[in-house]
């Protein structure tokens, strides 16, 4: 093992040394200079590779011929092995990455590059406090010469910012170590061991002050602002990720001598730091110090995650600081040098990003990465940290850092949206320099090797689990290829995976079978429909894929963490779907924002659950646990995000409306029911367990209402895919009040309702699809008369809105008799009610959608259009198929429901033949079909026969307040269609809930810009804030 | 054989239904003019009209669906008769009510309402959706009394079978749902002036505003099918009615008085009122009616 010395002595050596060798040739230097951080790096790596290979323990190694406390010692265990080859890898590559810099630039660049390399180096390595200081000023010292190398006005003035601020915390940490060394006798961590108790407090208070200044705890980080946004992209990660990771290291040590409550009190600042940043961010228009800020913000999860993880075991503590730390260090890395990379300053014109592809994909990563996303590590530590923080009941600490997470969510990803589908001009390219990009390139496999190397050997993740994925991965490599020809090889692909699951996997449980059909069978007839696309589509297919096979996961997953895993895949598949859309900017990012809002939810609900026995599916473990209510509530609000229930449904119809014309029945039809796979999980748990407060009665109310908002909403609007899209929320809806019943009736009802909005919902979103590719419009009012042109689609239509409505005697009257039934028998009265009304005013937008379309009259502007092309007349008719056969024979779906979810109720009812009995009524659809048909064909011949001749006439055939209009297309009734009830409605018609989210949104901004007036600028603020928070921190303490 | 015979019963059954019915629209007719002081047409008038439409040698078509809008219309309103037992007791007058209960005939009067809406919409006449959309409108509103008063007396009888329901109530006059449940019945009677769109709630044919409405374009034989419906629905849903509340009938000419009576409630009202704007109308449901409706279920549920 080489001594840690030669760290030291290298990088003073190469110091001297590369003075003398630029005199000879500037080429030398730069190779000298690479040499001692790759030397550094490979001494770093050995340690590592030792420390993995054998159990060495934590050595120590002695300076001066003296052992400890005489001399410094060193200190190398796995803990160091590991940072210290994390940083000086970077180190490496960031040096790398400059070389064009310094070649360019005086030779102290370099110089003072190693030198905050070895200052970092030493600061982690030793265990002397003194020595500490020591290396913490060449740290600083170098750190802010390093800064004003570059000579602009901003930058200097920001270094001596940096200077004051650090000067400062020199200052504090050495009248702490000299306190601490009057108190205990003592410079060597290993042989303080006093306690810190009353007066002495201040001695380790001093220095623990001292880093989280040098740390750039809120509020004392207005400098560092400062420093990030003037300095090259270089010179910031290495301020962001070694400088502070050296710091962080340092906290880390002297954690052991401060009590416990200023521990408490420093996580919460670290926490609280974490979600003032990120909220501060959200204002931020300057990449740069949107960057800055992040880092902040990291470094506050970073040592609250140090400080809060201390009781636990070594390899879980590893798992979630050393998570956060990498996660950090690649992507705030990555993001630097991408910064460095685009020299753009405003966030919206990194768009220029465009033209160069990996450097795209790169930015995506790392902007999923630093959002928390699998496979990434900081997924694994996020959930892993919020799991120990539940254990030991630190609720604050949650709230902080989710809410904090989620504002770096908001504001990290509206960058990426602007940024992948901002309008950039062909003359905006600039050419990178492809060493550079290759770097980055290289980092971002890194993070993403990494994050599988966790999933697959420390989780021990199956192969399912990683297809959607390696789905991901596999189709990006043939993206080459034909639509038509990838869309086939998905749809072998799926029916192969559907194939697989069924008879390999074994499902447990029919209802895992009944959401098979819905995720994967749907699935497979959707997909048909994007066999449409004629050109490439780059990117679509990976993305479909992996969401699909996510749904699959969703399905067969065994633990808590395999269903969030499969769920979080399932989140960035179908936001990068979504994202796809023309206009999808502002639709995808509040569907993220949800998402993860919900995601977070589910995090907490998961941590509170208990742990699972046995290795069966959720379904079945799920059933022998007892959720307690807060995990109960938590995760079906989570659900219900995905599900789109009243409240927090806004995103729901931006999201249908503006993606891709294919993609939208997928998220309606099926992604939704995701959301309620997932509700009905936590349903079964509660089947046996229930809670002491009923809490699912209010759920049903919420859903109730659902239904009757979302009709309400579908009636007034004027696009068909917003229409269709608060159709479904109105439907799930139905779906979720069913479930909350609890009941066997309610359950059966729920399940066929699931099914057959599958079914029509994506039979109708595809029949907007085929009008869409035609007319190019998707306001109903710029259409009308289309019957003529398109009748297999105004069938399609036809057939699903009676299903939809619920008219006998198709299947959707199967799924209003069994609703209603199931809520008069659970006494359920007011809410069916409810329900009554709302499928009452389903009719609206039912007829609304076909009339305004189909009916009426036509545009000169449509008068060549045709039929919908026949990849979107295909999966239509299967559904259609599928529906008038399950509408002739219900008992084919209703004996196999009614068995479903009598595993978990009595079966309250008795099918005999083709009659279905509830305790209230009957139904016969076999009959009621006959019977329809009976009457329909009666009408029909009489009308044949005796109507003698008849004259056929064109659409604009018609007299209208005496007179032919000369242009009857203006006659067509569409726009604003309900504008009577709306009138009727008046208060209750206002957008309340959007008006809602708009104000937590603008509320959430104007505090981020409040709190950041507290940066001024001045430097004598920032010294004002430093002396007020020692005060401040230390009066909370005492 | 079974089937057969089932089938003219049913014929039967329509038959009578339809006749009563359009009798029934000719002595509306008859009140009304007589309230305008006017002597009216004959009774009979209805049937004469019938025949005359369905006599023309001429029909104009706007396409498939305007062709099929009247035989929805009428399977809506054949269907919705069948689904009912008519008179309690009766085998030619039990229809098909074994294929389904109370929710299956309320589900079926859409089916006419939404095929007829449907073969308007592609006549093109601007009046057709104008008179849609207002009765879509309405109907949901109305529709929101009359569930309450549905559950409410589902409660009451346990049961959704309408059958049953009557067979609950007989026994005397007191056994009716009128008394035994008054503030359902009152629910649902207001909702009734609603599906039977006489003023004030005429919002769909509204003859100042747009007139004849939804089925502006229709002619000939179309019409003369709308008519016949007309009679054979109105018919249906006063069964309906009177099967709900008024203790169903045990016999034609008791079905027929009954029936009658519960009629005029509406004529009387239509005759005294004049029209409500829509919105009126539509507020007008969703207030006193719907309390009244809530106030049913909770009286019935819970006291």
């Known amino acids: 093992m080489v001594n840690p010395l030669y760290l030291i002595i290298i990088s003073l050596m190469a110091g001297f040394v590369l003075p003398l060798l630029d005199r000879v040739n500037r080429k030398l230097s730069l190779a000298t200079f690479i040499g001692v951080l790759l030397a550094n790096t490979v001494i770093t790596g050995f340690w590592m590779h030792g420390f993995i290979q054998a159990d060495l323990g934590t050595l120590s190694f002695s300076t001066a011929g003296f052992t400890a406390p005489l001399s410094i010692n060193f200190q190398l265990g796995i803990l160091e092995a590991f940072v210290l080859l994390a940083i000086n890898l970077i180190g490496l590559l960031t040096g790398i990455y400059l070389l064009k810099k310094f070649n360019e630039s005086p030779l102290a660049g370099m110089i003072l590059f190693i030198m905050v390399v070895m200052g970092a180096n030493g600061l982690i390595l030793t265990r002397d406090l003194f020595n500490a200081f020591v290396f913490m000023e060449i740290l600083s010292i170098s750190t802010i010469a390093i800064i004003t190398l570059k000579r602009t006005n901003e930058s200097l003035s920001s270094g001596f910012k940096y200077m004051l601020a650090s000067g400062i915390a020199s200052i504090f940490f050495l009248l702490g170590v000299v306190f601490i060394y009057f108190f205990s006798g003592s410079l060597n961590l290993d042989f303080i061991n006093i306690n810190f108790t009353d007066y002495r407090l201040i001695a380790v208070y001093m220095v623990a002050i001292a880093l989280l200044i040098e740390l750039k705890m809120f509020p004392v980080n207005g400098w560092a602002l400062d420093v990030y946004e003037s300095t090259d992209a270089g010179v910031a990660t290495i301020i962001s990720v070694i400088n502070s990771t050296a710091i962080a290291f340092m906290f880390y040590k002297i954690m052991p001598l401060l009590p416990s409550n200023f521990l408490y009190i420093f996580g919460i600042i670290g926490a609280l730091t974490y979600l003032m940043s990120n909220l501060m961010g959200l204002k931020q228009e300057n990449a740069r110090r949107l960057l800055g800020y992040s880092s902040i913000g990291q470094m506050g999860l970073l040592l609250a995650s140090i400080i809060f993880t201390a009781g636990l075991e070594p390899v879980l503590r590893i798992m979630i600081v050393g998570g956060f730390f990498l996660n950090h260090l690649i992507a705030k890395t990555g993001l630097f040098w991408i910064s460095g990379l685009i020299k753009k300053e405003k966030l919206k014109d990194w768009r220029v990003i465009r033209s160069n592809k990996s450097l795209m994909i790169m930015f995506g990563i790392f902007i999923f990465a630093l959002s928390g996303f699998p496979p990434f590590a900081g997924f694994w530590a996020k959930w892993e940290f919020v799991k120990s923080l539940l254990a030991g009941q630190n609720i604050l600490i949650i709230a902080l850092i989710l809410l904090g997470s989620l504002f770096e969510v908001i504001y990290m990803f509206r960058w990426f949206i602007q940024t992948v589908k901002g309008e950039y001009k062909e003359d905006e390219l600039s050419i990178m320099p492809s060493g550079k990009v290759i770097l980055t390139t290289l980092l971002g496999t890194l993070g993403f090797g990494l994050g599988i190397l966790i999933m697959k050997n420390y989780y021990g993740f199956n192969f399912l689990f990683t297809l959607p994925i390696l789905s991901l991965l596999f189709i990006y490599l043939i993206d080459f290829l034909p639509a038509k020809i990838k869309g086939i090889m998905s749809l072998g692909g799926l029916a192969y995976y559907g194939y697989y699951l069924y008879t390999l996997v074994q499902f447990e449980n029919p209802i895992q079978i009944l959401f098979g059909v819905i995720f994967l069978v749907g699935s497979g007839v959707n997909l048909i429909s994007t066999l449409n696309r004629s050109e490439i589509s780059k990117g679509f297919y990976g993305l479909l894929m992996m969401m699909i096979f996510s749904f699959g996961s969703l399905l067969i997953a065994r633990s808590y963490l395999e269903f969030f895993l499969s769920w979080e895949l399932m989140t960035i598949a179908s936001f990068l779907l979504i994202l796809r859309g023309k206009n999808a900017q502002k639709a995808s990012l509040m569907y993220m924002i949800f998402s993860i809002a919900g995601a977070y939810l589910m995090m907490v609900g998961f941590g509170f659950a208990p742990e699972l026995i046995g290795s069966s599916a959720l379904i079945t473990g799920l059933t022998y646990v007892q959720l307690p209510l807060i995990s109960i509530i938590l995760l079906a609000l989570g659900f219900m995000i995905k599900s789109g229930v009243l409240g927090v449904h806004v995103w729901l119809p931006e999201a249908h409306a503006e993606a891709e014309a294919d993609v939208s029945s997928f998220i309606s039809a099926i992604l939704l029911k995701a959301g309620i796979w997932g509700f009905l999980l936590v349903a079964i748990s509660v089947v046996w367990n229930a809670p002491q407060f009923d809490v699912y009665y209010w759920m049903g109310w919420l859903g109730v209402f659902t239904a009757l908002v979302g009709a309400f909403l579908a009636s007034f609007q004027e696009d068909a895919k917003r229409l269709l899209a608060y159709s479904s929320m109105s439907q799930v809806g139905y779906i979720i009040a069913a479930i909350s019943m609890l009941s066997h009736l309610g359950w059966v009802s729920a399940f066929y309702l699931s099914l057959n909005h599958m079914m029509f919902k994506s039979a109708l979103f595809i029949a907007i699809a085929g009008v869409y590719y035609r007319t190019h419009t998707r306001n109903m009012y710029e259409m009308g008369g289309l019957i003529k042109k398109m009748p297999l689609s105004f069938i399609s239509v036809l057939i699903s809105i009676i299903a939809v409505s619920g008219v006998p005697p198709l299947s959707g009257f199967g799924s209003k008799w069994l609703m209603y039934s199931s809520f008069i028998e659970r006494g359920w009265y007011l809410q069916a009610a409810v329900l009554f009304f709302a499928s009452a005013v389903s009719f609206l937008y039912l007829y609304r959608l076909i009339h305004t379309i189909f009916l009426g009259q036509a545009k000169y502007e449509h008068k060549d259009v045709k039929e919908a092309p026949v990849w979107f007349i295909i999966p239509q008719y299967i559904f259609i198929g599928a529906i008038m056969v399950l509408s002739t024979f219900p008992n084919l779906l209703i004996k196999p429901l009614s068995a479903m979810a009598s595993q978990y109720f009595n079966s309250n009812i008795v099918i005999d033949g083709y009659n279905v009995y509830s305790s209230y009524g009957h139904w016969n659809g076999n009959l009621i079909m006959l019977v329809t048909m009976g009457v329909f064909i009666v009408p029909l011949f009489f009308l044949i026969l005796f109507i003698g001749k008849i004259t056929k006439v064109k659409q604009f055939n018609i007299v209208y307040a005496a007179e032919r209009p000369e242009s009857p297309q203006t006659t067509h009734v569409a726009h604003n269609m309900y504008a009577h009830y709306r009138k009727a409605l008046g208060g209750w018609g206002k957008p309340r809930i959007w008006d809602f989210w708009h104000g937590s949104a603008e509320w959430a901004h104007t505090m981020g810009d409040f709190f950041r007036r507290i940066y001024s600028g001045n430097g004598q603020t920032y010294l004002l804030h430093i002396i007020l928070f020692f005060v401040v921190v230390f009066f909370l303490g005492v | ?303």
């Open chain 2, 1 to 303: 054989m079974d089937i057969f015979i089932k089938i003219i019963y049913a014929a039967i059954s329509i038959l009578v239904a339809t006749l009563y019915g359009l009798i029934l629209i000719g002595i509306v007719h008859k009140i009304y003019a007589r309230v305008h002081r006017r002597i009216g047409p004959p009774v009979w008038q209805p049937i004469l009209d019938i025949i005359q439409t369905h006599g023309r040698k001429v029909a104009t078509s706007h396409g498939i669906m305007f062709f099929l809008g009247p035989v929805f219309r009428m399977a809506g309103g054949m269907g919705t008769y069948l689904f009912m037992p008519v008179i309690f007791g009766s085998v030619v007058f039990s229809n098909y009510s074994m294929a389904g209960d109370l929710l299956l005939v309320m589900y079926f009067i859409f089916f006419g309402q939404l095929g007829m809406a449907l073969g308007a919409g592609e006549g093109g006449h601007p009046y057709s959706p104008l008179g849609i959309a207002r009765g879509l409108s309405q109907m949901s509103t109305f529709e929101l009394p009359f569930s309450l008063a549905v559950i409410s007396i589902a409660i009451q009888y346990q049961t959704l079978n309408i059958t049953t329901i009557v067979a609950a109530q007989q026994g005397g006059m007191l056994n009716w749902t009128l008394f035994t449940n008054p503030l359902a019945v009152i629910a649902a009677m207001i909702s009734l002036l609603g599906m039977n769109m006489h003023s004030p709630f005429s919002l769909v044919l509204a003859p100042q505003e747009i007139p004849i409405g939804p089925p502006i374009e229709m002619n000939g034989s179309f019409l003369g099918i709308l008519q016949t419906n007309r009679a054979l629905f109105a018919s249906a849903k006063l069964v309906l009615f009177m099967n709900l509340f008024f203790g169903g009938a045990t016999n034609l000419p008791i079905m027929m008085l009954k029936t009658f009576s519960i009629y005029m409630f509406s004529v009387f009202i239509g005759a005294a009122f004049p029209r409500f704007r829509p919105e009126q109308s539509f507020r007008f449901f969703l207030r006193i009616p719907t309390l009244i409706g809530i106030l049913s279920v909770i009286v019935i549920a819970y006291l």
